[in-house]
């Protein structure tokens, strides 16, 4: 599986539609800073074939693909599978309840040569291709299919997210095999060993079938073949003599269709030469154009003369002024006089606004006086209360004594708190400092409003200020636009002038557009009365030329109706003169019909010594094809019982074909059903995968570790440790991703070339464990990669934070991500 282009809208981080297109990256990383959405990406090509995404912990998280807020999320993946392309598209939505379900999803097979670019149209999924799954239920089987792995092998295979990397590594020696089993397409042996079984049933059922067919060919015997034989010959002679025969018949019927032709053109001729007739109406017709010609030239001189009019009445209004001007000025006066109306009103908003402030800040300044007085008489109650405690400390001790708790005096356990008299000191100023604190709340709550309303009116009087200010400004910049301007009078005098004038003017226009229209009108006359003799000249050519063949006489091109006449005349004429041959012709059409009779009966009688009949057969392909048709039946008749002799034979070798093929068939079940020869491969393909895994894993560690398998189990033999042979769990995290990066490489580079029908691991993409690797175990990863990606036949690529190996990669699509959503950028070739 190699994927071609990336769409997502609503998908997790990204929240807007966003493409990736790998068509031509052979070698790429995903960079950019934590959190950006580099794995989003991956997460995004698993949920479009599988609908789930590794971290989700399984397809209850379909809430995660969502964005925040965002009600709708769409994926569509375009990808390339053993040689053929398809399309992946998944839609989840939210509900008015908040639950998040899946509303849609589907794979398409492309044509040949798919173009993704097409993907940026808008095409339905209907238009995109061949519908292989149209819900989710049918995509898994769709995607398997087409990919060749289940999700949980694609993701140990082919995508290897993050924390699943070493997945392959560790799994289990039975899902390792399961896994080995699908990437080589070793259950083909399973399904032979199935279809054998099935072969050695369908053959016994077919030799059934078989005996029966050989029951009903008893009566193909070489005796009736040898009569059908005869028949044959007999319908062969027949269609010969009537193929000799029919070349007459065929001769005697061109001679009568050629003494028809001769008569029928000859009608044909006469009934041309007897329509010419002078057409109605064409004196009318040449009158007409006269007239409308000189009611043209009538219309035009009244245009010109409307026209002059016009333009003298323009130059009358381009000397008495500019309108805009004028109204211009008006709108000056208009403004100065508004403006020293308002200025009093100004002038007054402002002196009331400062009398309202001096009043608001004077209560202010009383109302803070008030507050700090009330908060001196709070300072003196406290002072007095601690005054009272002091002198009656029996008083002041009761208020924290507690029933059942000890005195903190005498220690004793307090029975009942013996209440303060009324008259003590301590309650009195107690009562003293609460109504002091009360007055001083009031005070502060007094002197905030006050406060308030004198900055609120402060306020206010600026902005009036201002406002006055600019009335004033304005009032002296008008008076002194006006200044020299003419008065309203006699502006409002020119205005008028102007009105008068552009009514003229807009009269003088319409007496154009009359006039136009009217010579308009009168040219259309014009050009109708021409078009009525140039049909009636075309009439005329026409009947003319209808009549090229008998040659008529040269036209007067000056005068229609001569011209009309001359024709006329002559027409009838020729006509007169050919009515002699007319008979002649019809008695040559009766002595040929009675030679096509002859030989038609001539024919007939060949059918009827056969033993056959014709009925109303007159053409000569007709009287043929009889012929070939009994030829036909008799040869079918022989062919038939020809080939059911040699079904017989056929059905007889096959009889004997089927008892050997069924005899196989249960051998070869009864071989496959131990699972002895699947096992034998499954064990080859593994020391495959390990030995070609064991040399990029020495490469990667410089000589110290290669790795090994026993009975299914993985280890690495350390060099370092005089070949200490160890548990791949025992490796660090650098380690383990060097060893699971080794078996990715391998099972991408070696695997796919063990099996014709192997799942197509045509791309590998790793995210995650770059960042644990030391520098020089870093270049020599890179190098790996590298090699890998410069085959050709594999997409290699990489998620990573490493800038060094990163650099290393031609082709870069940095994700970062803003406010509302991320973004992909390609960098590179």
């Given amino acids: 599986m190699r994927p071609l282009r990336l769409d997502m809208a609503g998908f997790t981080v990204f929240r807007d539609p966003t ?22 990406v991956l997460d ?13 912990g399984g397809t209850r998280g379909i809430g995660n693909a969502l964005a925040p807020s965002a009600t709708e999320a769409r994926v569509r993946l375009c990808f390339e599978s053993a040689g053929d392309r398809f399309v992946a598209t998944r839609v989840v939505r939210r509900d008015g309840r908040g639950n998040v379900k899946t509303a849609g999803a589907g794979l398409q097979l492309m044509p040949a040569g798919f173009d993704v670019t097409k993907l940026d149209t808008g095409m339905d999924l209907e238009d995109l291709g061949e519908a292989l799954a149209g819900t989710p239920a049918e995509m898994d089987a769709a995607v398997l299919d087409a990919v060749g792995l289940p999700y949980e092998q694609f ?58 067919q050989l029951e009903a060919l008893a009566d193909a015997t070489d005796e009736a073949v040898g009569a059908a034989a005869e028949r044959l ?65 009538q219309a035009a001189r009244e245009v010109h003369a409307a026209e002059e009019a016009e333009e003298k009445i323009r130059g009358e209004l381009a000397a008495a002024g500019d309108a805009g001007t004028l109204r211009l000025t008006l709108d000056r006066h208009t403004e100065l006089q508004r403006l020293a109306e308002q200025e009093d009103w100004f002038a007054g908003k402002v002196s009331v606004a400062e009398v309202e402030y001096r009043d608001a800040h004077a209560a202010a300044e009383l109302a803070q006086a008030e507050h700090t007085g009330a908060q001196q008489l709070l300072e003196q109650a406290r002072q007095d209360y601690r005054d009272a405690q002091q002198r009656d400390r029996a008083a002041a001790l009761r208020g924290h004594l507690v029933a059942g708790h000890e005195c903190p005096v005498c220690e004793q356990t307090v029975t009942v708190v013996p209440e303060v008299p009324k008259e003590s000191a301590v309650r009195l100023a107690e009562a003293a400092g609460a ?127 001569a011209a009309w006449q001359a024709l ?62 009994a030829a036909e039946r008799a040869e079918a008749a022989w062919q038939r019982l020809t080939e059911r002799r040699q079904q017989a034979g056929d059905a007889a070798e096959l009889r004997n074909r089927l008892q050997q093929q069924g005899r196989v068939a249960k051998s070869l079940a009864g071989h496959l059903r131990a699972n002895n020869f699947e096992r034998w491969l499954l064990e080859e393909a593994l020391d495959l995968l390990v030995d070609g895994a064991s040399g990029i894993l020495r490469e990667l560690t410089n000589g110290q570790y290669e790795l ?18 160890r548990g791949v769990r025992t490796l660090s995290g650098g380690e383990t991703f060097q060893a699971s990066l080794a078996l990715a490489l391998a099972l991408s580079e070696q695997l796919a070339g063990m099996s014709t029908t192997a799942a197509s691991l045509e791309s590998i993409v790793l995210d995650e464990g770059f960042g644990t690797l030391d520098a020089a175990t870093l270049d020599v990863v890179a190098a ?44 590179g070739m």
């Fill in 435 to 561: 109504a002091a604190k009360a007055a001083a709340e009031s005070a502060a709550a007094r002197w905030r409003e006050r406060d308030a309303v004198a900055r609120n009116l402060e306020s206010d009087l600026e902005r009036k200020r201002g406002q006055y200010e600019h009335h004033l400004s304005r009032l002296a910049e008008v008076r002194a636009a006006v200044s020299g301007l003419p008065d309203v009078e006699a502006v409002r005098s020119r205005l008028a002038d102007l009105s008068r004038l552009q009514g003229r003017l807009e009269e003088a226009a319409a007496a154009v557009r009359a006039a136009r229209e009217a010579q308009r009108r009168a040219q259309a006359g014009v050009r109708a009365a021409e078009e009525q003799q140039r049909t009636a000249w075309r009439t005329f050519d026409a009947a003319r030329d209808g009549l090229a063949r008998f040659v008529p006489p040269p036209a007067d091109r000056d005068d229609l109706a």
């Fill in 155 to 212: 993701t140990s295979c082919v995508v290897l997210p993050q924390g699943q990397f070493a997945d392959f590594l560790h799994a289990k020696p039975a899902t390792r095999q399961q896994i080995l089993v699908n990437l080589l397409g070793l259950h083909v042996y399973e399904n032979v060993q199935v279809k054998a079984s099935e072969r050695g049933k369908a053959a016994e059922a077919k030799l059934s079938v078989v005996e029966q």
């Fill in 19 to 40: 493409t990736v297109d790998f068509t031509d990256a052979d070698y790429f990383a995903l960079v950019g800073p934590t959190g950006s959405g580099k794995s989003t």
């Fill in 568 to 629: 006329v005349g002559w027409a009838r004429g020729e006509h007169e003169t050919r009515l002699t041959g007319r008979a002649e012709a019809d008695a040559a059409v009766t002595a040929a019909h009675a030679a096509t009779v002859r030989a038609h009966g001539a024919i007939v009688d060949l059918f009827t010594e056969a033993d056959l009949t014709v009925s109303s057969v007159d053409a000569e392909a007709g009287l043929i094809r009889a012929a070939a048709v």
């Fill in 233 to 297: 010959e007999r319908m062969r002679e027949l269609t010969r003599a009537v193929e000799l025969a029919v070349p007459g018949l065929r001769a005697a019927r061109e001679a009568e269709k050629s003494a028809v032709a001769a008569r029928d053109t000859i009608d044909a001729e006469l009934a041309a030469l007897k329509s010419v007739r002078t057409p109605d109406g064409l004196a009318e017709a040449t009158g007409a154009t006269t007239a409308a010609r000189a009611a043209a030239e």
């Fill in 784 to 827: 790996t990669l590298e090699n890998l990606a410069a085959r050709g036949d594999r997409m290699v690529g990489l998620v990573t934070h490493v800038q060094a190996l990163a650099e290393r990669v031609p082709v870069r699509f940095e994700v970062h991500k803003d406010a509302r959503t991320a973004h992909v950028e390609r960098v």
């Fill in 708 to 725: 090994i398998h026993d009975k299914g189990e993985f280890f690495v033999v350390d060099h370092h440790d005089a070949g200490l042979k």
């Fill in 44 to 56: 995004a090509i698993c949920f479009a074939l599988y609908g789930t995404v590794p971290r989700w």
